[in-house]
C-alpha cells in the first residue's frame, strides 16, 4: 500500500515537470525567451514573499505560497490560456476542472484534496490568502510586460481598459500597491507600449 503511494507521489511529481515546457505568453526580463509556468510560479511565490507587507488583510504566508506553488498546475493538461483571449476564456474553467480531476485524482485521496483544495481556494478568492496570491498572480506579468516594452500586450492587441479590469483584484487585495500599478499602466500609455 505505501508503496503505491510512493509510486502515485513519484509519478505526480514527473508530470508537473511539465510546467517547465508550458510556455506563456510573456517574455522574462532579459527579453530572450518566454517564460514558463514553473519559472512563473517561482516568481509569482517570491513576489508574494517579499511583498507580503503589502496585504490588506492579515494572511499565512506559507499557505500563500502553497497555493502559488499550486495555483497553474493544472495548466500540464488544460494548458495556458492567455489572460485576454476572449475566446480561450470561453471554456478555460472547464478544461481547467477536468485537468485538476485528473492531475490531483494521481495522488491519494487526503493528499489530492489537500492539494485540489489549494487550486479551488485560489480560483474561489474568498480567503484572505487567495486575494493576495491573485493581486500578486496579475502584478508579476505587468512588471514583465512593462519591462519588455509591452511585448505580449502588443502581440496580444491589449488596450489598457483591459489591463485595469484585471488589475482590479489590486484595488483592495494590495492596496498600498495600486499607486504604482496605475503608475506602470500609465506610464505605458504614455511611452506607446500599451493602447489607451
Given amino acids: 500500500m505505501k508503496d503505491e503511494k510512493i509510486k502515485n507521489q513519484i509519478k505526480f511529481v514527473m508530470v508537473i515537470d511539465e510546467m ?13 525567451r518566454r517564460e514558463n509556468d514553473a519559472e512563473h510560479s517561482w516568481h509569482l511565490a517570491m513576489l508574494a514573499m517579499i511583498l507580503e507587507e503589502y496585504s490588506a488583510e492579515k494572511i499565512d504566508l506559507e499557505r ?18 492567455f489572460a485576454y483571449d476572449e475566446k480561450g476564456n470561453e471554456d478555460k474553467h472547464e478544461r481547467e476542472v ?80 495600486w499607486h504604482i500599478v496605475e503608475g506602470i499602466i500609465n506610464t505605458s500609455i504614455e511611452i506607446g507600449i500599451l493602447k489607451p
Fill in 64 to 81: 500563500v505560497l502553497k497555493i502559488a506553488l499550486v495555483h497553474d498546475l493544472i495548466e500540464v493538461y488544460a494548458g495556458d490560456t
Fill in 20 to 32: 517547465k515546457n508550458i510556455f506563456r505568453r510573456n517574455l522574462i526580463i532579459d527579453g530572450s
Fill in 98 to 177: 477536468k485537468a485538476a480531476d485528473k492531475l490531483f485524482g494521481m495522488l491519494d485521496s487526503i493528499q489530492g484534496a489537500e492539494i485540489r483544495a489549494l487550486w479551488d481556494e485560489f480560483e474561489a478568492m474568498e480567503t484572505a490568502e487567495s486575494r493576495y496570491a491573485n493581486a500578486i498572480d496579475r502584478i508579476q506579468p505587468l512588471i514583465l510586460n512593462y519591462m519588455t516594452n509591452g511585448h505580449t500586450w502588443k502581440q496580444g492587441d491589449v488596450h489598457s481598459a483591459q489591463i485595469y479590469k484585471r488589475m482590479d483584484i489590486i484595488r483592495t487585495a494590495t492596496p498600498e500597491l
